[in-house]
């Protein structure tokens, strides 16, 4: 079964920094794009970051650009999300996806883990 398992949330500062790891069940990701996506409360799902396997090719979304950092890791089948300079308004769950191409639209993303809650307190 395919599954994507997001882990490194938690509680901190503004200021700090976190790292979200994303673990790919299966290496046919390896032709896929994987993106991070954030949902706060009351909102709508908003495109973070994404990055293709096979050429490492990434996209931000303007608002945390600068800030946070996409990787992935082949050997580990293990995209990752490094976020710096934590704001308040980055609260939110984060979720792993994977999609046949580097798009923004979420709608384009085939594959969804259960999602990881990034807290950010003033």
């Known amino acids: 079964q395919v599954q994507l398992v997001e882990s490194g949330g938690g509680l901190v500062q503004a200021g700090d920094s976190l790292r979200l790891s994303c673990a790919a069940s299966?290496?046919?990701?390896?032709?896929?794009?994987m993106g991070w996506f954030r949902q706060a409360p009351g909102k709508e799902r908003d495109f973070v970051a994404a990055i293709t396997w096979s050429v490492g090719t990434r996209s931000y979304a303007d608002s945390v650009k600068g800030r946070f950092t996409i990787s992935r890791d082949v050997a580990k089948d293990t995209v990752y999300l490094q976020m710096n300079s934590l704001k308040p308004e980055d609260t939110a769950v984060y979720y792993c996806a994977a999609g046949p191409s580097l798009t923004t639209t979420q709608d384009t993303y085939d594959y969804w883990g259960q999602g990881t809650q990034v807290t950010v307190s003033s």
């Open positions: 299966r290496r046919t990701f390896r032709s896929y794009v």
